[in-house]
Every structure is written in structure tokens, then in C-alpha cells.
């Protein structure tokens, strides 16, 4: 589970920006708090929402988890940089390091991990392991320019130092340690790698035809759950069927087509088929093996007519927002109730609500928060332009936050807990929209020339 997640001198963010999702004192919907291990007080949030106006720094929270996860499983390769993206209105902000700071719970353990950097190289790189008595580093770096980079171990949590040695040695400047080192077999650091690797995924806002075609290949039973959800959530889709079609449509790939002629009896494969420019112009293909050749199926929506009969359609003839939820199926299979109780699984979204009707938006966080309790491990993490799900009765007030960017460019994060006077049953949306939270875009009117 995240814990927290700091990022300084970020895109927007000059200053420190903290994510903190360690619940507070607030006793509403305290069912849904999951207990951390060796911690008898605190306990970890299942949800968070940030807010805020157009290029308010929303998205700035979601790309510097992005950045941070891929610089630890990613290898840029020798001559590639870092993701880094600082603060670009100040000059002196351009030559200092960017800085991601983040707390997660991986198994029964709690890790602090610190990275500091440029888009040319790491200049300090910690992990800690943190308890109720206090933390134990695991590993320190520091680089210079001029000297190799020096590393401190604790040897307590290590047992092979000669190899450490020689992996700290082969790490490059422009990778993090923690991911190299994994790479070459140092086991001792695979559960924090993991979480990020394995427990950590990302929803942006583009095309979501491969997720979905990747659920549908890895995941026993998605596409039986996928045409229920569909049908559960009034989208017109009764359910999902596939059309025999001859192989001749598939995309022209020789790779794909060795993989096809090579297919097992019990494998299924999806494929998806770019058809247009846009997000969702696209077909999906499943394929088995069969008597005498593959058999391809193309991937239909059914709906239910006036005339009381089932008609087909493509995939791309339905809905943006459809299109959009069926993008989030995966996501949703991950996090029901039904699946492993006690899986670890954190999901950050920008624009969760994007093409969506608020009313949908609401039913799917309250699906999730029904699933979630004291022995849960799982979050949802969200960005949102709908103040309609700045509800007390759906959410926390610690779980809320307001992203907003000052006249002088600078972005803040605020979580509305921080602000005094705030009753239960207060109307969040009306105070919001008074500029109370801030947050608000302030919008001039445009000039009328004669």
C-alpha cells in the first residue's frame, strides 16, 4: 500500500508536495481503514482523490509516480536519460535536483525510498525500512562528479557484500540502484522492487485497447466479468461474443504469425487492431487453437433491440465513455471483492471520471470501498475534475485533496483535513466553489472589441 509520496521541484511543484495516505483521527468510515503491520496506531487509507482546476498540478501527482516507478523497473540503456521534469519558471529551479520521496507497505514490511536527480543522472538513491521504533536504512548512494559513487550497506539485511560490491560497481549513473541490483539477482531487495514492478499500476488517460486485451489474455474469467460489468452499469451492453472470422484480417506480423502457428491446444491469445487515429478506433481479435488451423473471433458488443433480439456491433461503434470504462475493467477485476482478499494492489488513475457520468463515477468508488477493511491491501488513487464526488458520505475529508497553482506558477497539493472547522455534514462543493479550498480556475472574461 502507499503510504506517501513527496515530490520536489516536479513539473509545476517547486516546493515540497506531499501525498500522505496514513488516516487521521477522523472516525468516519473508519471500516474501510486497513491495519499496517507492526503499527498499533496507524492505519493506511484506501482511497484518495485529488482535485483542482485545468493545469492546477493534477496530473503532476500522477506522472511523478509514473516517473519514479519507471526509473526503478525501466533501464533507460547507456546513453538515455532520466524521466525528470523540474520546475521550469525559475532559472535556478532547471539546475536542481528533483526529488521523489516515497513510503509503501510491501508484504509486512514498511520501505522508505528516496530518490534524488537530474535528467542526467541520480545523485542520491536511499531505501529504509521503517517501524513503529523508528527506521533501518538498507542502502545509501551518493554521487559526485568527479569520484565513483559511494554506498553504504547494512549488513544485517545483506548477505553476499562482495556482490553487492560488484553491482553497486556496474550501476550507471543514469539507473537506480534498486532496480539494477534486483536485475542481478540481489533477492534481498526484491520485495520493494516488486512493488513497484507488480503492486503499482498506472491508468492514464490515453487509449486503454491494450489493458483491456491484456486483462483478456492473463486474467482467468475477465471477459465473462467485463460483459456482466457492462451490463450491470447501464451501458446498453447485454454481454460480449465473439464472430468467427478467417485470419486474413489479422494485422500482417511475422512475428504474430510464428506465435500463431506455434499456438498450444488450451492457449488463447488476444490482438488488437489499430483501425483509425484517436483512442478508440480499434478491433480486438481472440485466437485458439483448432482442428486444422487457428480460429480467430472478432470481439462484439450485444445489445438488446426494440424487437426484443440481439444485434452485434464493433467495438468502436460504442460510446467514448463505453470506451473509457471498458478501459478500467482491468482495473476493476483487480480490485473487487471477490479476488484475493488480502492482494496487494494500488491503482492511481488521472481522470477517473473522464467520460463518465457522475453517477457511474460514484457507483464504482462505492463498489471498491464496500471490498475494503481492516485486512485489505488494496488503494484506488484518483485525479478528478467532478466535484460531485466531493462527498462526505462517500469519502473521508483526509482522503480528499485540492491541487492548486498560484499566480506565481507554483503548484501546492492541500489536503482538505488540513483546513479547520470542517464538520461532517458540511457542503463541501459549495465551500469549494467559494474559493474556501482554493483550487478554482479563475477565469477571465474575454475582451469584446467593436
Not at 80 to 86: A, C, F, I, Q, T
Not at 390 to 406: K, T, V
Not at 408 to 422: M, P, Q, R, T
Amino acid at each position: 500500500m502507499l503510504l506517501n509520496f513527496t515530490v520536489e521541484n516536479w513539473m509545476s511543484y517547486r516546493d515540497q508536495a506531499s501525498l500522505n495516505m496514513t488516516a487521521s483521527l477522523e472516525r468516519q468510515h473508519g471500516r474501510t481503514l486497513a491495519k499496517l503491520p507492526g503499527f498499533r496506531s496507524k492505519k493506511a487509507l484506501p482511497i484518495a482523490a485529488v482535485y483542482g482546476g485545468n493545469a492546477s498540478g493534477k496530473t503532476g501527482v500522477f506522472r511523478g509516480i509514473a516517473a519514479l516507478r519507471h526509473m526503478v523497473v525501466s533501464d533507460p540503456g547507456v546513453n538515455g536519460v532520466l524521466p525528470m521534469e523540474p520546475f521550469m519558471l525559475e532559472a535556478n529551479a532547471t539546475m536542481r535536483p528533483t526529488t521523489f520521496d516515497i513510503t509503501f507497505l510491501a508484504g509486512s514490511a514498511v520501505y522508505r525510498y528516496i530518490v534524488e536527480g537530474t535528467v542526467d543522472g541520480i545523485l542520491y538513491e536511499s531505501l529504509e525500512q521503517v517501524s513503529e521504533k523508528g527506521s533501518v536504512n538498507v542502502f545509501e548512494r551518493e554521487e559526485t562528479r568527479s569520484e565513483p559513487a559511494h554506498y553504504k550497506f547494512n549488513d544485517l539485511f545483506f548477505s553476499a557484500s562482495d556482490h553487492l560490491a560488484y553491482v553497486a560497481k556496474g550501476t550507471r549513473k543514469n539507473q537506480t540502484f534498486l532496480g539494477n541490483a534486483v536485475s542481478q539477482n540481489v533477492i534481498e531487495l526484491r520485495e520493494a522492487y516488486d512493488w513497484f514492478a507488480d503492486t503499482l499500476e498506472l491508468v492514464g488517460v490515453g487509449s486503454h485497447a491494450r489493458s483491456f486485451a491484456s486483462a483478456a489474455d492473463s486474467r482467468e474469467g475477465f471477459l465473462e466479468y467485463a460483459g456482466n460489468t457492462l451490463s450491470r452499469l447501464d451501458t446498453g451492453i447485454i454481454g460480449l461474443e465473439g464472430e468467427r472470422v478467417d485470419m486474413d484480417v489479422l494485422p500482417k506480423d511475422a512475428e504474430l504469425r510464428k506465435r500463431l502457428a506455434e499456438l498450444n491446444e488450451n492457449e488463447l491469445i488476444t490482438i488488437i487492431a489499430e483501425r483509425a487515429a484517436g483512442d478508440y478506433e480499434f478491433e480486438m481479435f481472440t485466437v485458439h487453437a483448432g482442428e486444422d488451423r487457428p480460429v480467430v473471433e472478432r470481439m462484439r458488443t450485444l445489445h438488446m433491440g426494440p424487437d426484443k433480439k440481439r444485434h452485434s456491433f464493433g467495438l468502436g461503434m460504442e460510446s467514448s465513455g463505453t470506451k473509457r470504462l471498458m478501459g478500467l475493467l482491468p482495473m476493476l477485476f483487480d480490485l473487487r471483492d471477490e479476488a484475493t482478499p488480502t492482494k496487494s494492489k494500488v491503482y492511481v488513475v488521472d481522470e477517473l471520471d473522464r467520460c463518465l457520468h457522475t453517477m457511474l463515477t460514484m457507483q464504482l468508488i462505492e463498489d471498491f470501498l464496500d471490498g475494503c477493511g481492516e485486512t485489505t491491501r488494496k488503494q484506488l488513487i484518483f485525479t478528478t475534475h467532478d466535484l460531485l464526488l466531493m462527498d462526505q458520505s462517500l469519502m473521508r475529508r483526509d482522503e480528499m485533496y485540492i491541487a492548486q497553482r498560484g499566480v506565481d506558477g507554483c503548484s501546492e497539493l492541500v489536503g482538505l483535513a488540513e483546513f479547520k472547522g470542517i464538520r461532517f455534514d458540511k457542503d463541501l462543493i459549495r465551500s469549494y466553489l467559494d474559493g474556501r479550498f482554493g483550487g478554482i480556475p479563475m477565469v477571465k472574461k474575454a475582451s469584446v472589441h467593436g
